[in-house]
């Protein structure tokens, strides 16, 4: 069945505003995928702020164009499904991998990230990439470890003031002198 004109206006626009808006792009084989086994992928990608949706190569070629992101022309032989990522990429990548890893039917082509172009290998590289959260922990601590060090180094000089001066006392027979009366 055709698309009207318009309808095919609408999907490029709709393509346009989803490559703006995501960080990533993972672009995907799925034939052999049954409808439940799509829903579902959908609804664990939904959960990290993934749209996954199938389209048609030339219009989203035309898209590609619009937004002036290059793609290659063998990633777009077939029937197609693209990821569009607008959280955290690795993440996204990672479900994806898992998701692909249970299904015979399921294969990524490549992608795009920072309008660079990724093969396979290199997004199947960033599922093995530590969230953004744990990246930013991992900043703090580094940042973090020289004002701990100083404090530790002052704590334990005033420690080690601490414990001559109760030595002193302990000497002198454990109790404080009484202040003197004027």
């Known amino acids: 069945m055709a698309i009207s004109r318009e309808r095919k206006e609408e999907l490029v626009s709709q393509y346009v505003e989803q490559l703006r808006q995501s960080e990533g792009v993972l672009v995907t084989d799925y034939r052999g995928l049954t409808v439940a086994d799509m829903e ?14 199938v389209v048609k190569n030339r219009l989203f070629a035309l898209a590609l164009g619009q937004v002036g992101l290059p793609m290659p022309a063998e990633w777009m032989d077939g029937p197609i499904a693209v990821a569009f990522c607008h959280g955290d990429m690795p993440a996204a990548v990672k479900v994806f991998t898992e998701a692909a890893r249970d299904s015979e039917f399921l294969a990524l082509r490549g992608g795009m990230m920072e309008a660079r172009i990724l093969s396979a ?16 922990a991992q900043v703090l601590g580094t940042i973090q470890a020289p004002a701990a060090q100083v404090t530790g180094v002052v704590a334990s000089g005033i420690r080690q003031v601490l414990n001559v001066l109760q030595a002193y ?10 202040p003197q009366a004027a």
């Open 121 to 136: 290998e290199q997004v199947k590289m960033l599922a093995h990439l530590p969230s953004r959260e744990v990246l930013l």
């Open 40 to 53: 579902a992928l959908r609804r664990t990608l939904r959960k990290n702020d993934v749209a996954f949706r």
């Open 169 to 178: 006392v302990d000497k002198l027979g454990g109790a404080a002198p009484e």
